[in-house]
């Protein structure tokens, strides 16, 4: 794929990308795009069903608490391939890879991918799943959602707080176990570290809880 090609594609995601939901704005596409790439290279996958897969995946954004949302990666599926077909230089053969990509990227759907490329961006979604990052874009959702950073009375790991829509619950829904979802060595090892940094996080938040008399000091 040319250069030239990718940069009208970033340009085309861009600008439909959401302006609105800051954990899934243009930044989160980009960081998922450059580390599709980074695994895709590692396992030799083809980069012109990756790139495109990776700038598109999240191009229909509804809130995380609608119930839309279930249609995000169909819907962003067709975009893609509306947008693809119209671009003469690209391969017309490839786009229902790539539409394939983007239909099972979905981390709340947990489909178990059945092509390489699949496998790439899944993991390269995930990642934004788990570190500190996805720290950031935790809180963002729950912001945006009007959602309670914890549950004040059973703050962590409990089954009352997994079922409990905060922010500290999520940990424990999603960013602690992506690591266990993942597909490649790359994304492996990176996810090992970022799941350190989590854990290490969840330590201080209880220390802090501890300190401020949310929690009884032991």
């Keep these: 794929m040319t250069q030239k090609i990718i940069k009208k594609l970033k340009s085309l995601a861009e600008k439909r990308q959401t302006k609105s939901d800051p954990s899934h704005d243009f930044s989160h596409v980009e960081r998922v795009c450059n580390l599709a790439i980074k695994i895709g290279k590692s396992v030799n996958a083809d980069l012109e069903i990756v790139i ?117 619950g999520l940990f424990y829904r999603r960013l602690l176990v992506a690591e266990k979802r993942l597909h490649t060595q790359l994304a492996k090892k990176i996810a090992k570290r970022r799941t350190v940094f989590l854990k290490k996080f969840l330590i201080e938040v209880e220390k802090e809880l501890k300190e401020a008399g949310i929690l009884l000091l032991k």
Aim: hydrophobic residues 30%.
């Design 52 to 168: 495109p897969a990776a700038l598109f995946h999240d191009t229909v954004v509804y809130r995380k608490d609608s119930p839309q949302r279930e249609h995000e990666t169909d819907e962003s599926a067709e975009v893609a391939a509306t947008i693809l077909g119209k671009i003469k230089e690209y391969p017309k053969e490839k786009i229902e890879r790539v539409k394939t990509c983007i239909k099972q990227c979905s981390f709340t759907k947990s489909i178990k991918p059945d092509l390489l490329e699949s496998k790439v961006l899944q993991d390269a979604d995930l990642l934004e799943s788990t570190g500190a990052i996805s720290i950031m874009r935790t809180f963002s959702s729950c912001g945006h959602m009007n959602r309670p950073l914890y549950n004040k009375h059973k703050p962590f790991y409990e089954k009352h707080e997994k079922d409990y829509p905060s922010g500290i």
